[in-house]
């Protein structure tokens, strides 16, 4: 919608059809929260969830693992099966377990067999740092030069990947392409099933990390034909800080090794039967190592319960419709007096995800001021300003005063009161 009045915008959040379960989730007194992209807010949801798992401790103390209403003991698989739907998995190939970093070290170190020629892994430049760092590990580990063997795909001008460039990298020296779904600075959407289509072709193994997709938009992994993929359950899962993360295993690695071996990848009857040979899960269960962090975790089930009952395509169309609003506005509000405003994220619906990142050379200052007007946006150095309105629990109306506030930050250049240097955690 180009040059929304104010009442047409309130009227999307009448006619809203998932405005009811705002209601359900906390929002922070007097703030306008539009960071659901880096930590999704709870729910009563969430909240009851855990409080019913903590009861059971209370009163069924170790009895918990097995007659708990979802008995701890399976409370990975179960929950992983409930995920699935959302990224188009069949049961036995989601689990919930481990984090986010700790599970692509545990998958790389199976999905990663250099050989021969094969010894490198693809990935990109603009790839989130752990995963990096991770890549780089598991290369250490094989005594394998990451400087020579890791190849990172460079963005272009306007920090966009080629699917392209991407594709023309997949030599036969590649053994594995690991990428994200959206990236997390910039929210460009990659096409998984394009590039899992063009690995493949070149018998390449292909992994995302879709912790800045998974909850936002839906996956067709199974579809796609994904080998793996795997994403963290606290941005737009809601699942709680630091809450145990997903993996998916597409069904025809079930016969894999995993190498980062711990008893709860162990075959589920027979885990208790402690013998010290390792007999693993027949599914994609295989890649846990530890218990699953059950107190700490037991939000996810209610946080899913909502994006289940809300609907993922539902969920994915309200996005882009508030991404687009958002845009929308900025540039008929806020842009024509202040040029040096840049909206890094592609317009195009196919290639966004669910927040929008923009560019100014005084976003330090501009967060800031955004903060002190109670809207919590965030920053990604050196001059990136996200901005996630989350379809669960954002309005339309909160779009429009985001704007609102932009406008009056730089026309009464109220920014230049704050710091230029960053904060620690912004
Ligand atoms: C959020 C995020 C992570 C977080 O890693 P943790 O191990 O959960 O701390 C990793 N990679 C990407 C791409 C992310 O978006």
Not at 148 to 172: F, G, R
Not at 407 to 418: A, G, N, V
């Amino acid at each position: 919608m180009k040059k929304p009045t104010k009442a047409q915008i309130i009227n999307l959040d009448k006619k809203d059809g998932l405005a009811v379960f705002r209601d359900r989730f906390y929002i922070p007194a007097g703030i306008t929260y539009m960071d659901g992209n880096s930590l999704g807010l709870l729910s009563s949801d969430a909240e009851e969830s855990l409080m019913r798992v903590l009861d059971e401790w209370k009163r069924l103390g170790i009895k918990g693992w097995m007659e708990a209403e979802r008995p701890w003991f399976w409370f990975a698989e179960q929950i992983g099966d409930m995920a699935s739907p959302i990224v188009g998995a069949k049961s036995g190939e989601v689990v919930f377990s481990g984090t986010t970093t700790v599970n692509i070290h545990s998958l790389i170190s199976s999905f990663y067999n250099p050989k021969g020629r094969r010894t490198k892994i693809l990935a990109d430049e603009l790839n989130f740092p752990s995963d990096i760092y991770a890549l780089k590990g598991q290369m250490k580990l094989r005594g394998i030069c990451s400087q020579k063997n890791l190849v990172l795909v460079k963005a272009d001008k306007d920090m966009l990947l080629d699917e392209q460039d991407i594709i023309e990298q997949m030599t036969d020296e590649v053994d594995l392409v690991f990428l994200p779904s959206v990236i997390y600075s910039t929210g460009q959407l990659l096409d998984m099933e394009l590039l899992t289509a063009e690995a493949h072709k070149r018998n390449i193994t292909i992994g995302f990390d879709c912790s800045h997709s998974v909850g936002a938009i839906p996956h067709n992994f199974d579809e796609w034909s994904v080998d793996f993929a795997l994403w963290c359950s606290y941005k737009y899962m809601n699942g709680g800080p630091g809450a145990s993360a997903f993996y998916y295993v597409n069904e025809r690695h079930f016969d894999k090794e995993p190498l980062l071996t711990g008893w709860f990848g162990y075959l589920k009857e027979k885990q208790f039967d402690m013998l010290t040979e390792f007999i693993p899960a027949a599914n994609a269960g295989r890649w846990q190592i530890s218990s699953p962090g059950i107190l700490g975790s037991s939000t996810i089930e209610g946080a899913l319960k909502i994006i289940l009952e809300a609907g993922i395509n539902n969920i994915r169309e309200k996005s882009l419709k508030m991404t687009s609003a958002l845009v929308d506005l900025l540039q008929e509000k806020v842009f024509p007096d202040y040029p040096e405003f840049k909206i890094i994220t592609p317009f195009d619906d196919n290639r966004r995800g669910g927040h929008i990142a923009l560019e100014h050379p005084e976003a330090v200052r501009i967060n800031e001021a955004l903060k002190a007007r109670d809207i919590v946006p965030d920053l990604r150095p050196p001059n990136i300003i996200r901005l996630a309105p989350v379809a669960l629990y954002n309005t339309y109306e909160e779009v429009w005063n985001v704007v609102e506030a932009f406008k009056e930050i730089m026309d009464s250049k109220e920014f230049k009161k704050y710091s230029k240097e960053r904060k620690t955690v912004s």
